[in-house]
């Protein structure tokens, strides 16, 4: 689409002096003045990097030269943001991350360039359909949901926001899966999104780093002080790839640096000579798993080691990294607070923590108490979950035998902790125990979020509600030890991706009521409140909705033969798939409905039309997760053959779905389904992603749903179910699921249905394992809440008719919900935590 006009805090960025050092990069072009200007170059890259003539070339010879001749244009910006960095020593982030779901590059570096029309009219001068191009690339999967994407979206910020970053991960060779079905069941393939290349990404070979691993320790004399050091065992070498990352509209650039793993000798060529060629190249294939998926499997010992591997493989490249290529030589290191951040995102980064000592300590030769003095200055912990289980503990003998020095390291950072302990607390057995790094059952083990607690300068829940759960439920002793360490940051999404691209007809209608500026502004989008008094504003913001459903329908058409009907409630549910965000209870409203009309207590011509959309991907190895799936294809299947149902019920299931589908299903929905059980979700971003987009919220109060709710006003967000004291009170009572069971007819009769075989082919025993789960289990209360959930889902289908007030609705949470920038977040971040300051241009 046409760019819209810009405010002056959009405006086109001062060109830096031309640096005069005869080394110095030359100085930052403007972007391209002429579209032939464009075409010029994208033709020399055609040409010259792809290797073909236009009338030879093609579609991924086009997307490719295109790709290139973007990244032709931010490069220039990026050397000099990186020199500038290295004279200025500006104090910066680290964010160090297992995921970064970042989307397709392609229309994000577009925005960001300010080029998008004149790539667009320069491909119309070739005879090459933009669109095309746009198709052709592949998304990187290099991450598994919420966690990843909010990476992403952070260094979206930071960029935006000119404040000196390097995002830190690792060059998953095969990402998160990519799901298919198979008779309605998940069935996970390779995501190789490498296949053809990737134009996006920089390697530096000669800029690997060693990193080793096993061995064993031993204690040596240095000048009468007794020191340790690692003799390890065998190595593997990270490889560096940089992206960048480009500020919207400002000229910033900062660097994504994945990590792609090698082995340091990767061919045996006697071994080859002599005929056994698999051990020829068997060092080669062991390095090079370490960054083949995005978490392995973990249910065996194998996949656990793979795992604690892949962990310390980023942050040991990343940390050492820092400390010798970013800092300049000679840089001293009692001064490194005033120059960085290593912000720890969710658990998998913690063992940074015991590296960061180890290198400072044995290699750097400091003293410990100012080792770890710098250490508790220079790391942050970001808590992303309420779930004990998804709070990573590692055993002491597997991190023995791959990392014995750190378990030394960790070993004592306990022990001096909890000789703190004693001292404020006194001999308080169970509280030492309680607060102890080291847990003692089941079996002995490191508990990581501990370890990054003790060690963090600040440690942040992602909502209010998730901050104080956090401090009260999950971490209450180090909260009262630690009391100022604890504080919150609300979780938020790029505006940029999540509504200028993803939703560019709404996004033009903001620019022509508030005019310029919002998109690095969110909170301007209160504006819109006044708007929503106006009935022409109310018809075109609802044609924007409408014109958003045709363009998903004929995206699933093409995609995998779904049609979107005109006139449904579009309601929506995707996320991953996990017991505890209760997509069984989605299902369980879906299958009520059906059974109402199938019994004939419901005439079909009384229901109001709805598509129900889901997206999920089950973990490989979470069986009751992918029953689930199973399940919700199944009653897909019946609900959508059924005759009598036709042009009021459908049930859709695309696979696979990832940001690029979420940038066509999110502004299509009315209805956004966040229905998690009080106190488990930490914050989530769907929910913002639905709100600033024109969907109302049916929800609980959990996670930023509170805040969401606070936001837009009862009025205009659905609310059912248990808070999280009533939750807490069920349990202490004695949660008995069959109860509820026995007590709701239209619950009763739902299971009953499921059970019977209907969904099954009258195979009782497919589905059998899921009822007796919600019967006799039901972990996450999803009988307790139906009755509500129900209940609030027929307050959606009374307001639904109301067309004009149901949009009325539409824009105030939009209007309200600018509170959830990632633009806000990150400058929570900056004031609470980090103090980083955005460096001058």
Not at 4 to 24: E, M, N, V
Not at 66 to 91: C, I, N
Not at 405 to 413: K, W
Request: aromatic share 10%; hydrophobic share 40%; charged share 25%.
């Amino acid at each position: 689409m046409p760019d819209a006009s810009l405010a002056p805090d959009d405006a086109t960025p001062t060109q830096p002096r031309a640096a005069t050092h005869p080394l110095a990069i030359a100085p930052v072009p403007s972007p391209p003045s002429s579209v032939d200007g464009f075409v010029k170059q994208f033709l020399l890259n055609l040409n010259f990097d792809r290797g073909v003539a236009l009338s030879e070339s093609s579609v991924t010879d086009q997307y490719f030269a295109l790709a290139y001749t973007v990244r032709d244009y931010l490069m220039a910006r990026w050397l000099e943001d990186q020199k500038r960095q290295r004279d200025t020593q500006a104090k910066g982030v680290c964010y160090l991350s297992a995921e970064y779901l970042l989307g397709r590059q392609l229309d994000n570096n577009l925005l960001a360039s300010r080029l998008t029309d004149v790539a667009s009219e320069a491909m119309a001068q070739c005879g090459i359909d933009i669109e095309a191009l746009r198709a052709e690339e592949v998304e990187p999967g290099l991450g598994n949901g919420g966690l990843g994407r909010l990476a992403a979206c952070f260094i979206d910020s930071l960029a935006t926001m000119s404040v000196p970053n390097i995002g830190y991960g690792i060059r998953y060779e095969y990402g998160i899966f990519r799901q298919t079905f198979v008779d309605g069941q998940q069935v996970e393939q390779p995501d190789a999104w490498l296949t053809y290349g990737n134009p996006w990404e920089f390697p530096h070979p000669e800029a690997a780093q060693t990193i080793w691993f096993g061995g064993y320790t031993e204690t040596y004399d240095d000048g009468g002080v007794t020191r340790s050091r690692w003799i390890p065992g065998w190595s593997v070498v990270a490889v560096p790839y940089n992206y960048m990352v480009p500020g919207y509209h400002n000229g910033r650039v900062n660097t994504l640096r994945l990590w792609s793993a090698g082995a340091t000798s990767s061919f045996d060529l006697r071994e080859f000579n002599s005929g056994d060629y698999q051990e020829a190249v068997r060092a080669q294939v062991f390095a090079e798993n370490i960054s083949k998926v995005l978490y392995p499997e973990d249910s065996t010992p194998q996949g656990k080691e793979l795992r604690l591997q892949q962990q310390y493989f980023f942050c040991a490249a990343s940390i050492r990294d820092f400390l010798d290529n970013v800092l300049p030589e000679g840089f001293d290191l009692e001064r490194l607070p005033e120059r960085v951040i290593f912000q720890l995102n969710d658990t998998h980064p913690v063992i940074a923590v015991p590296e960061f000592m180890r290198i400072l300590v044995d290699e750097r030769g400091m003293e410990w108490d100012a080792a770890w003095a710098l250490t508790q200055q220079c790391f942050a912990y970001t808590c992303h979950t309420l779930l004990p289980e998804a709070l990573e503990v590692w055993s002491v003998d597997l991190l023995g035998r791959l990392l014995p020095r750190h378990l030394e390291i960790i070993y004592r950072i306990n022990e001096e902790f909890l000789l703190e302990v004693r001292e404020k607390f006194g001999d308080d057995e169970m509280r030492i125990r309680n607060m102890s790094i080291i847990s003692e059952f089941p079996q002995r083990s490191v508990r990581m979020a501990y370890l990054a607690t003790v060690a963090g300068a600040k440690v942040n829940g992602v909502a209010e509600l998730h901050s104080q759960l956090l401090r009260d439920k999950v971490l209450p002793d180090f909260s009262e030890f630690y009391p100022d360490k604890f504080t919150n940051v609300t979780n938020g999404v790029t505006p940029r991706r999540f509504i200028r691209l993803a939703n560019p007809a709404l996004a033009d209608l903001i620019t022509e009521a508030l005019g310029a500026g919002w998109t690095v502004d969110l909170e301007r989008l209160r504006g819109l409140e006044a708007h929503a008094e106006d009935p022409e504003f109310r018809a075109r913001f609802a044609e924007v909705k409408a014109a958003n459903k045709r363009r998903l329908s004929e995206v699933l058409w093409h995609r995998d033969r779904f049609e979107v009907s005109d006139g449904h409630l579009l309601d929506v549910m995707v996320k991953r798939l996990h017991e505890y965000k209760r997509q069984m209870l989605k299902l369980l409203h879906i299958v009520t409905l059906y059974e109402r009309v199938a019994s004939g207590r419901v005439a079909a011509s009384d229901l109001t039309p709805r598509t129900f959309i889901f997206g999920a991907k089950a973990a490989p190895g979470y069986d009751m997760a992918k029953r689930i799936i199973h399940l919700i294809n199944s009653v897909g299947s019946v609900v959508n053959a059924d005759p009598v149902l036709e042009g009021r019920l459908k049930v859709l299931f695309p696979p696979n779905y990832n940001v690029t589908l979420a940038e066509r299903v999110i502004p299509a929905a009315d209805l956004s389904e966040q229905i998690s059980l009080a106190g488990k979700e930490a914050s989530g971003t769907g929910n913002m992603k639905f709100a600033l987009n024109g969907a109302l919220t049916i929800g609980t109060d959990d996670g930023a749903n509170v805040e969401i709710r606070e936001l837009v006003g009862d009025d205009n967000f659905f609310l059912f179910g248990q808070t999280e004291p009533e939750v807490e009170a069920l349990w202490a009572r004695g949660y008995r699921p069959a109860e509820f069971y026995r007590e709701n007819d239209d619950l009763r009769r739902a299971m009953d249905l499921i059970a019977s075989g209907a969904f099954s082919g009258g195979d009782r025993s497919v589905f059998e394992p899921i009822m007796s789960n919600l019967l006799y289990d039901d972990r996450f209360m999803v009988l307790a809440d139906y009755a509500s959930y129900i209940d609030a889902q027929e307050r959606v289908d009374a307001a639904y008719q109301d067309q004009d007030a149901w949009t009325r609705s539409a824009i105030l949470n939009v209007a309200r919900c600018g509170f959830f920038s990632s633009d806000r977040s990150m400058r929570d971040y900056i004031d609470r935590i980090w103090h980083t300051p955005p460096a001058p241009a």
